[in-house]
């Protein structure tokens, strides 16, 4: 089988765990000094620190606080930052689908495609680990597993018709342009707009029609109340 195609930002974001771990760890340790006293041997001697505490010493005793230097913080901060920031870059560039000034539908899904070919990768085998799965539970409870059908969906980027779009071919249509209303209906159906077929349409708008022709004739003024 390949590697997986997240692999590289899986390994990434196990590199930002443990260095979020490691600066973590070096933050907490910035605020515990470890008290050093010099001149006493005594291994039950304690000692208090801060407010209303002493340390009694003999004479050329010492004592003094050690910790971890801050030297190397900035550095692990500025590489957490980077890593972040890489990792970002990754998984947004899969799924940028950003439409660009004046970009069309099929540029923007050429431009959409290109960048999600790892997610359309990740899709496919896992609409296909689906149907492998459910194929095998449908031979469990008895029914036909050849009629399991897992069908993944590929669509990544928003390129529906709008209403300016559908303008342009309404008039295109009626200026020559060899396109019937079939295509016009398979494109709007590709796109979510309808889910009727070319029937069920025509069936309800000729259903419409004697509706809003009586709506149209109420809101003609009365010929009785002109004169």
Do not use: C
Not at 167 to 181: F, N, R
Request: aromatic share 4%; no cysteine; net charge negative.
């Amino acid at each position: 089988p390949d590697k997986p195609p997240l692999l590289g930002l899986s390994a990434l974001s196990l590199g930002i765990y443990r260095g979020e771990a490691d600066y973590r760890q070096t933050l907490f340790l910035q605020s515990q000094d470890t008290l050093v006293v010099i001149g006493v041997h005594d291994k039950d001697a304690s000692f208090r620190t801060g407010a209303g505490g002493s340390i009694l010493l003999n004479q050329g005793g010492d004592a003094k606080f050690i910790g971890v230097g801050s030297a190397g913080l900035g550095e692990m901060r500025q590489a957490l930052e980077n890593d972040k920031m890489e990792a970002s870059n990754r998984s947004g560039d899969m799924v940028d689908s950003t439409s660009r000034a004046k970009e069309s539908g099929d540029a923007l899904r050429i431009r959409v495609a290109a960048r999600a070919a790892t997610l359309n990768q990740v899709a496919l085998t896992a609409a296909f680990g689906l149907e492998q799965s459910l194929k095998q539970a449908a031979v469990w409870v008895g029914a036909n597993p050849d009629e399991v059908i897992v069908a993944p969906n590929l669509d990544f980027v928003n390129d529906t018709l709008g209403g300016e779009e559908l303008v342009k071919l309404a008039t295109a249509k009626s200026m020559g342009m060899p396109l019937s209303l079939e295509s016009i209906h398979a494109m709007m159906a590709e796109k979510n707009i309808t889910k009727m077929t070319l029937e069920e349409e025509t069936a309800a708008i000729e259903a419409e029609a004697p509706l809003l022709g009586s709506s149209m004739a109420e809101d003609l003024p009365d010929e009785d109340e002109d004169e």
